[in-house]
């Protein structure tokens, strides 16, 4: 099955970060909807749980991610996107960018007035259209477009999930996650998760600064320090 030789190096990744995540005492910490149990999702989400996090993890075979929440323990479940958005106060969105405007219809109603943590990328090999779609308007607008009432944030999109996994809670400087949306508070948000799975976040600007890292941008792929993200990105607050 796909799903055991994904699981089989997401868990080789995952036992990478979580090794070096501190536990931390569960103290009414923000139950987080992750829809997409794989490469990002898992990371990102296991980085969460690990961090006192209750985590549920959704995908259209929520029963595929029975061993991802094994191996995290009791605060990581499993469900189907409806229970996880029911269940997650905040959201981060990690699934292929072809699914968006799906996802967009059917959950529309849930996602309205959610702090959305987007973090996904548009390809052209796999999503098609929605690609060029993503770099004539900006990902930043082509996601509000299909996630319309969503509280967005651009983050986690912009490094390989092996960085994000490799780099969590490392000593010395943080590794910066840029960040970037339109609603201050969840930027707020947004800015707190980023901390609690083991990073700084470099709050970039509004939706359509997220451009300057999306996938191809100069701004992707780096597992900088906040002082030179920020000197990256002309981040002068
Ligand atoms: N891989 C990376 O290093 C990385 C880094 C940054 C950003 N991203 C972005 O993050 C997103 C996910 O990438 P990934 O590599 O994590 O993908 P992946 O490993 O293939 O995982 C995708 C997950 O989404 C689920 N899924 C797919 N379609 C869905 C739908 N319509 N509704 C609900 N769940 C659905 C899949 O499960 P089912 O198929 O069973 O539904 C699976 O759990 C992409 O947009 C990618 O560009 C990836």
């Known amino acids: 099955m796909a799903c055991d030789r994904r699981t089989l190096l997401l868990a080789g990744a995952l036992s990478w970060a979580l090794a070096a995540a501190p536990t931390v005492a569960q103290d009414a910490k923000t139950p987080i909807a992750v829809i997409g149990g794989g490469n990002i999702g898992g990371t990102i989400g296991g980085l969460w749980v690990k961090a006192g996090h209750p985590v549920m993890f959704a995908s259209r075979h929520p029963e595929d991610l029975k061993p991802l929440v094994e191996t995290l323990g009791p605060l990581a479940k499993a469900g189907t996107v409806e ?55 900006g990902i930043g607008a082509t996601s509000a477009k299909y996630l319309p009432g969503a509280r967005l944030v ?72 906040a002082q030179d993200a920020r000197k990256a990105f002309g981040v002068t607050e």
Do not use: C, W
């Open 154 to 225: 651009r983050a986690f999109n912009a490094a390989n999930y092996k960085l994000f996994a490799q780099n969590a809670h490392r000593s010395g400087p943080a590794m910066a996650v840029p960040i970037a949306g339109d609603d201050k508070q969840a930027l707020g948000v947004a800015s707190t998760l980023v901390r609690d799975a083991g990073f700084e976040p470099v709050v970039v600007g509004g939706l359509d600064a997220a451009r300057t890292f999306q996938m191809g941008s100069p701004g992707f792929g780096h597992d900088a320090t």
């Open 83 to 137: 229970q996880a958005l029911a269940f997650g106060d905040a959201v981060l969105i990690a699934v292929p960018y072809r699914a968006y405007p799906e996802l967009g219809k059917t959950y529309g109603s849930l996602l309205k007035g959610k702090v959305v943590l987007d973090a996904g990328n548009a390809t052209k090999a796999r999503d098609g259209d929605l690609a060029a779609e993503a770099e004539s308007a």
